[in-house]
């Protein structure tokens, strides 16, 4: 089957990757968008919600581009802020008469993913495959949640979702994404306290989860990288955060894993379940 945009544009639509009650997913492809993820409204009441979730990946794409030509002219091109690997590229976003007028999105990722299969849900980790992360992995996955979070959140944008099932990784380059953004909302001014709080306490019970620890009391597995119990510590005072906002909350936890850990790559590492 193939959907073309109003602008002309033709995609070829792939195998069905899943869906939800408000969307169904398929891989698709077109000659700008050689791997794509299609979306399409179960029905034209969901529409609304991925043409919020449209307007707002296009907000965040914007964003990151200013923060980036910003950031660049400070540090004079060395190095990147990579805001733009948090989330999918927003390629177009239409309502399809021969698809009962239901609204379809085409989203793709970074140029770092190869093949779809690439990016894994984290809640994957343990349910399907049956593993865990080790604490450094658990540590700079933490890191990259809590900077998307700042990011999110100083634009007075709430997730919405920030659940296992939501949150991709790709193992080799150290990439975490959120997926799924058509519950997320904008805030006139300022989040609400208890959405930032939340927010922060939802990522870290996920990474808690991906360690293999106790969502009930924190405990971590037994491992040699845990030479004391301060990073044990800072990841259950995240699971019961109740007032830090993700800035400072980023920024202590940083200084506390590399206060444990030398500051180097760490590859993606796992331990079978027991």
Known sequence: MNIRSPAGNEYQVGKALGKTDRYNLYECQSTGCPLGILKIATTVAHNGALDREAYILDLMRAEATSLEDAYAKIKEGSGMLNYHFLFPNLIESFEDADQGNRRVTIL????????????????????????????KTSAWMMSKL?????????????????????????????????FDWSRAMVAKGNLPNYIVSQEIKDAAREVLLALGGNPETGELPADEQLVDDRYEKALWALVNNRDGVASTVHERFCELIWSVWPRAFHPFTTHRLE
């Open 108 to 135: 793709s990722f970074s140029h770092i993913v190869k093949e779809l299969g690439e990016l894994v849900p984290i809640a994957f980790l343990a349910q399907r495959d049956r593993v865990r992360v080790d604490p």
């Open 146 to 178: 809590l900077k998307l979070l700042v990011f999110t959140q100083s634009q007075g944008i709430s997730i919405g979702a920030v659940t296992g099932e939501n949150i991709l990784i790709h193992r080799a380059q150290h990439y975490v994404s959120v």
